[in-house]
């Protein structure tokens, strides 16, 4: 059984109609299936500020961004917050529908926030930039990262 969610030990975020509307139906897509991760996940949009794209500020992770950032277990990496169609993590491309993923939307650089490994151990992870890729005919542009 998962920690009860204490909302005042989470840092504030902020997302964009657009994806709070797409997150949700994919959150509830993948419910049967995923359980755990779309709880997280319908967690995470239920408490964010939304506010129309335009006025998203360009640090905020949002979909298609990357992000460099750094937890208690590893070094620094740069990951793309991709749908589950386009994530490749061998490419940089990581799953909203990951717990790592959950954890990054919304976030802004020099934000922290405790996660909840697959593994069932709890982790800090700091944002320590964000950058948008750029749009490409209507979409965005999934990059191909060096994470060297």
């Excluded at 902020?14 to 897509?29: F, H, K, P």
């Excluded at 239920?46 to 937890?71: E, I, K, Q, W, Y």
């Excluded at 740069?78 to 954890?103: C, E, H, W, Y």
Aim: with cysteine; aromatic share 4%; net charge negative.
């Amino acid at each position: 059984m998962r920690e009860p969610t204490d909302f005042a030990s989470k840092p504030d975020i902020v997302i964009g109609t657009t994806d709070y509307e797409r997150l949700e139906g994919l959150a509830s897509s993948f419910e049967t299936r995923l359980p755990s991760v779309t709880e997280d996940l319908l967690t995470e949009l239920s408490r964010a500020r939304l506010v129309p794209d335009g006025a998203l500020p360009a640090d905020s992770v949002r979909m298609g961004s990357v992000v460099r950032f750094r937890t208690d277990a590893t070094d620094e990496k740069t990951l793309q917050l991709v749908f589950p169609g386009d994530a490749d993590i061998a490419n940089g491309r990581i799953s909203i529908l990951t717990p790592i993923g959950t954890a990054l939307i919304g976030l802004s650089a020099g934000q922290s926030i405790t996660w909840c490994a697959n593994d069932g151990r709890r982790h800090r992870l700091t944002v320590v930039s964000v950058s948008q890729p750029p749009l490409v005919g209507g979409g965005l542009e999934l990059q191909c990262l060096d994470r060297g």
